[in-house]
């Protein structure tokens, strides 16, 4: 995450109306884990903060790229999400990526 772009594995998104939640280990801790709720601008923290990703059974992957869009359109506004492998990298496998057809 960085202002104006987000970075996930080999893929890259620009704008400031980006948001990311993921979830990431805590170095030295084989149990402990770190959630992550971020924007890449203002925008991008609008569209982060309208969830309710501290709900019981709320239902996130491990990692959801999207834009502030998704509000008014669900699905299609969702960039990137998934699952990590168990080496908390991102595979082809366990990953959904919009190429426009949701």
């Known amino acids: ?5 987000i970075t996930a594995g080999n893929k890259q998104w620009t704008g400031n109306d980006l948001a ?5 280990p805590i170095q030295g801790s ?7 709720i971020s924007g890449s601008g203002i925008n ?3 569209a982060a903060n309208a969830n309710q990703y501290f709900a019981g ?5 491990d990692f ?8 008014q359109t669900g699905a299609l506004g969702v960039k990137f999400a998934g699952f990590f492998d168990n080496n908390w990298k ?3 496998v366990n990953i959904v990526e919009n190429n426009g057809k949701f």
Not at 30 to 36: F, L, N, R, T
Not at 64 to 71: C, T
Request: aromatic content about 14%; cysteine-free; glycine content about 8%.
């Open 1 to 5: 995450m960085e202002r104006n772009k």
């Open 20 to 24: 990311a939640y993921f979830v990431w």
């Open 30 to 36: 084989p149990i402990a884990s770190v959630g992550v």
């Open 44 to 46: 991008g923290m609008k």
């Open 57 to 61: 059974a709320s239902g996130f992957p």
């Open 64 to 71: 959801m790229i999207f834009n502030l869009d998704m509000l």
């Open 90 to 92: 991102i595979d082809n």
